[in-house]
T-cell receptor, first 114, second 110 residues
Framework: GAGVSQSPRYKVAKRGQDVALRCDPI?????LFWYQQALGQGPEFLTY????????KSGLPSDRFFAERPEGSVSTLKIQRTQQEDSAVYLC????????????FGPGTRLTVT | AQRVTQPEKLLSVFKGAPVELKCNYS??????LFWYVQYSRQRLQLLLR??SRESIKGFTADLNKGETSFHLKKPFAQEEDSAMYYC????????????FGKGTLLTVNP
């Protein structure tokens, strides 16, 4: 079946531009996670949604980062006024409600800020 | 705060040799530990978790609370095991947040 999909797969932005990254979770998965993975690092938690509710945004590095999931399915991670330190792979994962630990990851979006 | 340490960035072994990928953690409670794997050009996926105590693709991992370790082992490495391996920790209970280590790149040579 279809897994988690993310778009675009690659994004190059000039410093100061706004970007929007999309995540389509597995159908029926109520939990959705965003992670940031810098080069040479493991994924770092950004935010968590249960359906449309953003239950945890403690990992968002600054107020330039904003995530939404208005209808409880597709999610968008928006970064305003991008900076070079935002360059990373952004991973989305979804999970069935009954098993939050087994997170199914998307392929990621590689963001490069020049 | 919890932390996961994978001391080896790179690990290279020959096919048929035993392999051990190290993972140490710091957390004062009762965590749940996981190993995730990323094969070349594929997405990150769960390999195994300590609570299930199962062997996946010949890999096992035992949680040692005394040494705060969760090393991943396989007695006879195969070339298809070459991948990036990440150890991850969850604080347990209903907590959902995963803390990942930096990963170890395993290369199994023919």
């Amino acid at each position: 079946g279809a897994g988690v999909s993310q778009s675009p797969r690659y994004k190059v932005a000039k410093r100061g531009q706004d970007v929007a990254l999309r995540c389509d979770p597995i159908s029926g998965h109520v939990s959705l996670f965003w992670y940031q993975q810098a080069l040479g690092q493991g994924p770092e938690f950004l935010t968590y949604f249960q359906n449309e509710a953003q239950l945890d945004k403690s990992g968002l590095p600054s107020d330039r980062f904003f995530a939404e999931r208005p209808e409880g399915s597709v999610s968008t991670l928006k970064i305003q006024r991008t900076q070079q330190e935002d360059s990373a792979v952004y991973l989305c994962a979804s999970s069935p409600r009954t098993n939050l630990y087994e997170q199914y990851f998307g392929p990621g979006t590689r963001l490069t800020v020049t | 705060a919890q932390r996961v340490t994978q001391p080896e960035k790179l690990l290279s072994v020959f096919k048929g040799a035993p392999v051990e990928l190290k993972c140490n953690y710091s957390y004062s409670g009762s965590p749940e530990l996981f190993w995730y794997v990323q094969y070349s050009r594929q997405r990150l996926q769960l390999l195994l978790r300590h609570i299930s105590r199962e062997s996946i693709k010949g890999f096992t991992a035992d949680l040692n609370k005394g040494e705060t370790s969760f090393h991943l082992k396989k007695p006879f490495a195969q070339e298809e095991d070459s991948a990036m391996y990440y150890c991850a920790l969850n604080r347990g209970g209903s907590n959902y947040k995963l803390t990942f280590g930096k990963g170890t790149l395993l290369t199994v040579n023919p």
